[in-house]
């Protein structure tokens, strides 16, 4: 019972209580024993020692006690007892001599301080012993000594006392601490206590502040920790369920059907969507092995397969609904994996995509439909062209006939209209069916090398005449310094140039149009281009800017209908452009012109890649002083630059008054002009007028004169003014500088060398110039082709088809032959095949041009691919075919035509190798007051050329490509200023094989330039022998 | 009847032959007083002579007892007063002390001593002339080899030094030994002695004639046969195994390694003692 009651008491003490009671009791059984053990250990103690001091006091006193019994000091033993008596514990000692006389020292009795029930318990034996004092083993007496326990127990009452007050104070200091320890804590534990309590009621925002020890503040810390970590798993096992919550109803509400299976198969969760989709409610799909789809037992396991390798894939099936109605769905299936990541079974995420196949089905028909329309497109496009172009063929040529008869003016001025309608509603077709196939995707450029120079200014001839029939200047700057020998498309080229430089004649009304070109980026085998087109035209405004690239648009509604044109030049230029890897721009302000800019990059012909390829530097008139009369500032600066890169040094005049002043200052101070440059077209005075003035005067009338003209100048008129040059704007930068070298050379050598005098080229029409075979099997393009080149004064055999051709050319002897293409029973290619065929085991090789109404690339390559020669797109103007015909005619067909007015001095039999035209026009400038001269000019190039063609032989034999160049271009310039124009064409071809470092080719075409320079040779000597002779 | 009477009649006379036993009657008898100079401890004195003299009291049936005074003086006044009836001792051959009438029976084993003025091995004094100012330590003013003869030929040198008693002989050695006298007047053998015990080198600056060591002198007063018989029992000790272990025994309690025993000596064999004290300069 009062066990039982004891053990409540306990269970009621506190923590602190229990501690204290529990030490309190250890320290004092503790410290209880330790003093028990302690005092008997120290009764122990002291008895042993009272006997040992006392055995070591008699051991120590009898020899000097047998001193002294030995020689009888007796009074000293007495001394020496008492002494010992006195200092330590014995009680007493006493001295017997052998003869029994005694002597005492007692010691005074110590009061014991230790209680009675002390020395009981504790008992100290009292030590008593006696020692015989003998010398040399003879006795002298013994000497008795006791120990007295008083001091001992006294002492060992002390150290009792001692340790009781020890273990009083120790009780006491660990009663202390233990308070102190836990009175900091008690609190904090009691807190913890009470947040566990409010905490697990359901108050999750309790939290303890950790103070006291560090066992209880991190005890208090981790109660924090641990209430923060369940308020977070709550927090999130709350969203987690509403994410659930959310995910089931998205499952069950979702449209698509979502269902899983375990690994046998079993549906274990069907959705609603599911339920729709295939019309079983979830109680008749749920545990069941539904076969939803098409799937054969193989697939069905080769899935299963999958998804216990863990793979998610997807597959498209036919399925049955609960009606057997079969629909389409796409399966989305993944492997549904426990904890241990196992697979148990697989979702399912099926779409019916009944209506999506459906639609995909129609759209393919659709897609297929749409080819097929643009297929049909594409043909009608290209037979269209075909189609539109032979009676255009037809209007055109006829009106170029009609133009050649005798008309009234009134008819004259209709049969132009026709012809201008004719040739823009041409352009019209040209822009639709470019477009078209830029559209198509079915534009291909060509890669080939060509010479940027002499694209643009090819363009800028063929645009100078429209420039300045408007009172326009057209001016073009290429750094002299510049890479132009890069491969591109030059047809594509200048189509953009043309239709850029086209606009802005087109749009402007005074002023001039200039064409820039420079490298705005370079590589070791890139070149990118900078083209810029700036006018001084009407400006375009920003908002028509935006959209100036854009199919049929153009600036506004109202120039569009002013100037007429498709309103698509600017979208293919845009295309083509781009296509060549470039950008365009416009840059324009109302009323204050236009600039549009483009650039493009070109590939470095590989032949010049490793080397410089810009123009050579020319240096022939390094140091020579020109003066620029020019008015126009563009065309100024232009002259300006080129001089400069020609080392010239320069200075320009804006009037012809300024002019004569700069001459005659720079006269006066010795250092007079070499040559002035005069523009035709300047203020006040005309340049003839400014010419006779200047060589009025006696002081400046050596200055040499060159002009610059925008309409064929008056020869005569120009030369009776006094000027050595007359040339034609624009200036090919080429053209200008042999003509100021030649104008330069003439004055050193008192000769004038030839004057690169420009002509129309067809100026004078030649007749029986050559036999050609026609084979056109359309009658109107026959007559066409037929007028034209009778008009041109050569022979013409005209048959109907490819079979007739092949008589014809076995029959009769030919210089040419132009083909059709498509005709009845034989095509052009196929004749042409045959002819080449038969032509084979001859070595000769008939000159064959394609006369075809198709304008696309792959149609000149089929041309070749025949084998033949060229390929002229219907309709051709009289030019383009003459030009053609100039090309190709071999030149030993054509028979000298008959002059007009024959040459004075001019004649020959050799016309076929030398160009009648030039050396008739060389024979009337030079012959007029100096006949010996074009003697010299023939015999210098008697004596020059062969050393010329000894170095290009030279230069072949070491593969030279490089001075094979040169000496080519040497030749063909100086070849083609006695109109040696064949062999310097073949010079031309030559050179540029050169360029490409194709020296086996220019070898082989070394021995046709030789050939070529041989008969040259001949026809100049007898031209010679003959102008000696009169 | 017959039977105990005989055997009363046996132990009667068993009685009588032991009551008549020479221990039994030296026991009965006085004891005659052994007197050793003092030159060592009083403690190692009487664990050496102890021994000796109860063989000797043994075999001579003469029972000795040793008697030590506290000082060589007071035993020499002692002495001159016949206050002990043998002694052992060089003291008493001083004109005055020879009239007493002792009579040398015996003394120990071995040559003679001598005196010796020392100096430690590695002292600069040479000479003894080099002692003069300098302390020198002597045994007692009546130490004959440690003081009379030492003294007398510095006298004879004419040097004077400051004397320094030291007590005995051991301790003037040790005196020396330790620097704190310049030189020391001592006995040879004994320095020997102490030489080799306490591994002590020295140099001899002078040395005297050889004397006989001490000996034992017998009081006048003592009939001449119990002088005979102790003079017979100690020259036999070392013929006797008991005594020669005794003698053995006290060689090694005195660590000596002289010869042992002792031989028969007569007055004169210390008549050079005598000749010294008449012609000495000590006073």
């Known amino acids: ?1030 | 009847m017959r039977l105990k009477t005989i055997t009363g009649a046996a132990m009667i006379l068993a009685a009588a032959v032991m009551l008549h036993s020479p221990g039994a009657a030296a026991q009965a008898q006085k004891a005659y007083s052994f007197n050793v100079l003092n030159q060592r401890s009083i403690a190692l004195t009487a664990q050496y002579w102890n021994p000796i003299l109860t063989h000797v009291s043994k075999k001579s049936g003469v029972p000795l007892e040793l008697k030590l005074a506290k000082t060589a003086q007071e035993g020499n006044i002692i002495g001159e007063k016949f206050g002990y009836d043998f002694m052992y001792t060089n003291h008493f051959f001083t004109p005055e002390r020879d009239r007493l009438g002792y009579k040398v029976i015996a003394r120990p084993a071995g040559p003679g001593i001598r005196s010796t003025i020392v100096v430690p091995q590695d002292s600069p004094i040479q000479s003894l002339h080099e002692l003069s100012g300098k302390d020198v330590a002597f045994v007692t003013p009546d130490a004959f080899l440690g003081y009379w003869l030492p003294m007398d030929a510095l006298l004879r040198a004419k040097v004077r030094i400051n004397v320094v008693f030291t007590g005995n002989q051991e301790a003037s050695s040790a005196q020396l030994r330790v620097n704190k006298v310049a030189a020391a007047g001592v006995n040879s053998s004994v320095l020997a002695r102490y030489a080799r015990r306490e591994s002590f080198n020295y140099r001899a600056l002078w040395t005297s004639e050889a004397y006989q060591d001490l000996c034992i002198m017998a009081s006048p007063k003592v009939p001449a046969d119990k002088v005979a018989a102790v003079r017979a029992a100690l020259i036999n000790m070392i013929n006797d195994p008991e005594g020669r272990q005794v003698l053995e025994a006290g060689a090694d309690l005195l660590k000596s390694t002289g010869d042992l025993g002792f031989v028969a000596a007569e007055n004169r064999d210390y008549d050079n003692y005598r000749k010294f004290y008449r012609t000495t300069q000590v006073k």
Not at chain 1, 111 to 116: D, G, I, T, W, Y
Not at chain 1, 156 to 165: A, S, T
Not at chain 1, 829 to 834: G, L, N, Q, V
Not at chain 1, 888 to 893: D, F, L, V
């Open chain 1, 1 to 1030: 019972m009062s066990n039982m009651r004891g053990i409540r008491f306990w269970k009621n003490w506190g923590l602190v209580s229990r501690l204290m009671l529990a030490v309190g009791i250890a320290i004092i059984t503790g410290g209880g024993v330790q003093t028990a053990l302690l005092v008997a250990e120290g009764a122990a103690e002291h008895s042993a020692r009272l006997k040992r001091e006392l055995s070591e006091t008699l051991t120590f006193m009898a020899p000097l006690i047998a001193d002294q019994a030995l020689v009888g000091e007796y009074a000293v033993i007495s001394q020496l007892l008492k002494n010992q008596v006195q200092k330590g514990e014995i009680d007493s000692f006493q001295w017997t001599d052998k003869d029994g006389k005694k002597l005492v020292a007692q010691d005074k009795p110590d009061s014991l301080s230790a209680p009675a029930w002390f020395t009981a318990l504790a008992v100290i034996d009292r030590a008593e012993e006696s020692i015989e004092v003998t010398a040399g083993g003879v006795s002298y007496g013994r000497l008795n000594a006791a120990m007295a326990t008083t001091k001992a127990y006294n002492r060992l009452w002390q150290q009792f006392v001692k340790q009781l007050q020890i273990v009083a104070v120790t009780l006491f200091l660990m009663l202390q601490f233990i308070w102190l320890i836990f009175r900091g804590n008690l609190g904090t534990l009691r807190m913890l206590a009470e947040g566990a309590n409010r905490f697990s009621q359901g108050d999750y925002a309790v939290r303890i502040e950790p103070e006291g020890s560090p066992e209880v503040s991190s005890a208090a810390e981790a109660f924090n920790n641990m209430a923060n970590n369940i308020e977070s798993l709550i927090a999130s096992l709350g969203k987690s369920e509403s994410k659930n919550k959310l995910l089931a109803t998205i499952v069950e509400q979702s449209s698509e059907a979502i269902w899983t299976r375990d690994l046998a198969g079993t549906i274990t969760s069907w959705n609603s969507g599911a339920a729709a989709m295939f019309g079983y409610p979830p109680a008749e799909a749920m545990g069941h092995a539904l076969s939803l789809g098409d799937s054969t037992p193989e697939e069905e396991e080769a899935r299963r397969q999958r998804l216990v390798a863990g793979e998610k894939f997807s597959y498209d099936a036919k399925a049955l609904t609960r009606t057997r109605t079969a629909i389409d769905i796409q399966v989305a299936v993944a492997p549904l994996l426990d904890d241990t990541n196992e697979c148990i079974g697989s979702i399912a995420v099926a779409r019916d995509v009944t209506q999506h196949k459906r639609s995909e089905e129609a759209l393919r028909l659709a897609r297929e439909a749409a080819e097929a329309a643009n297929h049909a497109k594409s043909s009608f496009l290209a037979r269209m062209s075909h189609e539109i172009r032979t009676p255009m063929n037809g209007v055109l040529g006829m009106t170029e006939l009609l133009l050649e008869t005798g008309l009234s003016s009134t008819q004259r001025k209709y049969a132009e209209t026709v012809q201008r309608s004719g040739k823009n509603l041409l352009d019209i077709i040209n822009d639709i069916l470019d477009f078209s196939k830029i559209e198509a995707g079915k534009l291909e450029l060509e890669n080939v090398d060509m010479d940027l120079r002499r694209t643009v200014e090819d363009v800028v001839d063929l645009l100078a005449e429209r420039a300045h029939s408007k009172g326009l200047e057209l001016a073009c700057s290429i750094p002299a310094d510049l890479m132009t020998h890069v491969r591109g498309d030059p047809l594509r080229l200048g189509q953009v140039l043309t239709n850029l430089v086209g606009n802005a004649i087109k749009f402007t009304r005074q002023g001039a149009v200039v064409i820039r070109v420079a490298s705005t980026d370079e590589t070791a085998s890139k070149v990118t281009m900078r083209f810029e087109v700036s006018d001084t035209g009407s400006g375009i405004s920003p908002e028509a800017q935006s959209r100036i690239f854009d199919e049929f648009s153009q600036a506004d509604g109202s120039t569009t209908r002013k100037h007429g044109g498709s309103g698509l030049g600017l979208a293919i230029s845009k295309q083509l452009v781009e296509m060549m890897g470039g950008n365009i721009h416009v840059e324009s302000a109302l009323g204050a012109g236009s600039t549009f800019w483009f650039t493009s990059s070109f590939e470095k012909q590989e032949s010049l890649v490793h080397e410089d390829s810009r123009s050579a530097p020319m240096g022939m008139l390094t140091g020579v002083r020109a003066l620029i009369v020019e008015s126009s500032s563009i065309n100024r600066g232009i002259l300006q630059a080129q001089m400069s890169n020609w080392g010239m040094s320069n200075r320009v005049a804006a009037a012809p008054e300024q002019a004569v002043d700069l001459l005659t200052q720079a006269a006066a101070r010795g250092a007079p002009y070499d040559i002035a440059i005069i523009d035709l077209g300047l203020p006040g005075m005309d340049a003839l007028e400014l010419a006779r003035t200047i060589r009025a005067r006696s002081d400046i009338a050596k200055v040499r004169l060159v002009v610059l003209t925008r309409r064929q100048a008056d020869i005569k008129s120009a030369r009776e003014a006094g000027i050595d040059a007359c040339l034609a704007k624009p200036v090919r930068q080429t053209m200008l500088y042999e003509c100021l070298v030649n104008v330069m050379a003439g004055q050193l050598q008192e000769a004038a060398a030839a004057p690169a005098m420009s002509a129309p080229v067809n100026a004078a029409p030649g007749t029986g110039r050559g036999n050609i075979l026609l084979v056109e099997d359309n009658l109107i393009n026959q007559q066409v082709a037929l007028g034209i080149l009778q008009i041109q004064g050569y022979t013409v055999t005209v048959v109907n088809n490819g079979r007739e051709a092949l008589d014809a050319h076995a029959q009769g002897a030919f210089d040419l032959i132009l083909m059709d293409c498509h005709m009845p029973e034989m095509d052009g290619f196929e004749a042409t095949r045959e002819i080449r065929a038969r032509e084979r085991p001859t070595g000769k090789r008939m000159p064959i041009v394609a006369l075809t109404a198709n304008a696309m690339a792959q149609d000149r390559e089929a041309c070749l691919n025949a084998g033949m020669d060229d390929h002229l797109s219907k309709p051709f103007s009289m030019l383009t075919l003459q030009n053609m015909l100039d090309k190709w005619m071999p030149q030993g067909a054509a028979a000298p035509a008959p002059a007009a007015e024959p040459a004075a001095r001019v004649t020959g039999k050799r016309g076929g190798v030398l160009d009648r035209q030039v050396l008739e026009q060389l024979g009337k400038v030079l012959t007029n007051g100096k006949p010996e001269l074009l003697t010299r000019v023939i015999n210098l190039y008697l004596v020059e050329s062969p050393k010329l063609m000894h170095k290009l032989k030279q230069a072949a034999g070491a593969s030279n490509a490089r001075e094979i160049a040169s000496s080519a271009h040497s030749l063909k310039s100086s070849s083609a200023n006695v109109g040696a124009k064949a062999l310097s064409r073949y010079c031309e071809d030559l050179e540029a094989s050169a360029r490409r470092a194709d020296t086996e080719e220019a070898r082989r075409m070394l021995a046709k330039v030789e050939a070529e320079h041989h008969s040259v040779q001949t026809a100049l000597s007898e031209e010679f022998e003959l102008l000696a002779a009169s």
